[in-house]
């Protein structure tokens, strides 16, 4: 039987920027630019998409005079995450 | 990258490639600490030894202190990456390691003005050469485990060399496990960047 897709992680971006928060420990907004070659505007609908829905935390502070806006999953994201992997297992049949 | 729905291989595919490029992959500039550390010992080592030589005051050894202080110092100053950025688990094991290892050295300096017979020059090389060794073997990179286990070796000298000459192969040893780790993992950095 299929599990449910949770459809705020099945987008290609969230789901992006998911898969690199779940990697690390926290990720600034310019790693994350780079690593899904999206653009500001975009990166930053979703990352209040996520935020809103509880999966990461977001601190804006500042280096210098520069703002630094650094992101972390949070372990409602991360169960989130371990559920939609699961969930996509079941589409592929791939035995965990 | 879209905000577009994906199917459901894409998205396994995808959660494996952004995986694949988040880790294992070193920034330039991850040396920095190293080179840091490294060249402020180098110069307060070879400052240490002239003023010993020339004066034969042991108030020189209290130049020692200027390596937390200045290396704080720069690490604040230098340190902080201010372009992109992304802290990994292995970062904060490494910065666990060295945090813990920093800690001892100092409260074993501070035992040696209680203790002054206290082989200060082998424990120093012992602890840094562990330190260093560790941050090679976390990274699985065997070029800084090498530098570390040559300079863990070292902390044996100061017991054959009797006298200001073990300021040297301090000198030396910082060099060899902290100075050429640094640049090598510039370049490693800069390399994998490419």
Same mark, same amino acid.
């Given at each position: 039987?299929?599990?449910?897709?949770?459809p705020?992680?099945?987008?290609e971006?969230?789901?992006?920027?998911?898969?690199?928060?779940?990697?690390?420990?926290?990720?600034?907004?310019?790693?994350?630019?780079?690593?899904?070659?999206?653009s500001?505007?975009?990166?930053?609908?979703q990352?209040?998409?996520?935020?809103?829905?509880?999966?990461?935390?977001?601190?804006?502070?500042?280096?210098?005079?520069?703002?630094r806006?650094?992101?972390?999953?949070?372990?409602?994201?991360?169960?989130?995450?371990a559920?939609?992997?699961?969930?996509?297992?079941s589409?592929?049949?791939?035995?965990? | 990258?879209?905000?577009?729905?994906?199917?459901?291989?894409?998205?396994?595919?995808?959660i494996?490639?952004?995986?694949?490029?988040?880790q294992n992959?070193?920034?330039?500039?991850?040396?920095?600490?190293?080179?840091?550390?490294?060249?402020?010992?180098?110069?307060?080592?070879?400052?240490?030894?002239?003023?010993?030589?020339?004066?034969?005051?042991?108030?020189?050894?209290?130049?020692?202190?200027?390596?937390?202080?200045?290396?704080?110092?720069?690490m604040?100053?230098?340190?902080?990456?201010?372009?992109?950025?992304?802290?990994?688990?292995?970062?904060?094991?490494?910065?666990?390691?060295?945090?813990?290892?920093?800690?001892?050295?100092?409260?074993?300096?501070?035992?040696?003005?209680i203790?002054?017979?206290?082989?200060?020059?082998?424990?120093?090389?012992?602890?840094? +050469?562990?330190?260093?060794?560790?941050? +090679?073997?976390?990274?699985?990179?065997?070029?800084?485990?090498?530098?570390?286990?040559?300079?863990?070796?070292?902390?044996?000298?100061?017991?054959?060399?009797?006298?200001?000459?073990?300021?040297?192969?301090?000198?030396?040893?910082?060099?060899?496990?902290m100075?050429?780790? +640094?640049?090598?993992?510039?370049y490693?950095?800069?390399?994998?960047?490419?």
């Amino acid at each position: 039987m299929f599990k449910e897709l949770n459809p705020l992680l099945h987008s290609e971006l969230r789901l992006g920027i998911m898969s690199i928060l779940i990697s690390v420990e926290e990720a600034d907004f310019l790693f994350i630019k780079e690593k899904t070659s999206a653009s500001v505007g975009n990166i930053s609908v979703q990352l209040e998409k996520l935020s809103s829905a509880g999966y990461i935390q977001v601190e804006k502070g500042f280096i210098g005079k520069r703002t630094r806006t650094v992101c972390k999953i949070t372990p409602k994201g991360t169960a989130a995450f371990a559920e939609y992997v699961e969930a996509l297992k079941s589409y592929l049949e791939i035995k965990s | 990258m879209e905000d577009k729905i994906l199917n459901e291989k894409e998205s396994l595919e995808l959660i494996s490639k952004m995986i694949q490029n988040t880790q294992n992959k070193l920034e330039s500039g991850e040396g920095k600490p190293f080179l840091i550390f490294g060249y402020i010992s180098v110069i307060i080592s070879i400052a240490v030894y002239a003023l010993l030589v020339t004066t034969n005051n042991q108030f020189a050894n209290l130049l020692w202190w200027a390596i937390p202080l200045l290396g704080g110092l720069f690490m604040y100053m230098f340190g902080r990456r201010k372009d992109k950025y992304a802290k990994t688990y292995i970062d904060r094991i490494i910065n666990t390691v060295w945090g813990v290892i920093g800690t001892v050295m100092i409260l074993v300096s501070f035992s040696a003005f209680i203790i002054h017979s206290f082989p200060m020059v082998s424990l120093m090389l012992l602890l840094s +050469g562990i330190a260093t060794t560790l941050t +090679g073997l976390i990274i699985k990179y065997i070029p800084i485990v090498i530098c570390g286990i040559c300079g863990t070796l070292t902390c044996a000298l100061p017991f054959i060399f009797i006298g200001y000459e073990q300021v040297l192969i301090f000198t030396v040893a910082v060099f060899i496990m902290m100075v050429i780790p +640094g640049h090598i993992l510039n370049y490693k950095g800069r390399k994998s960047n490419v």
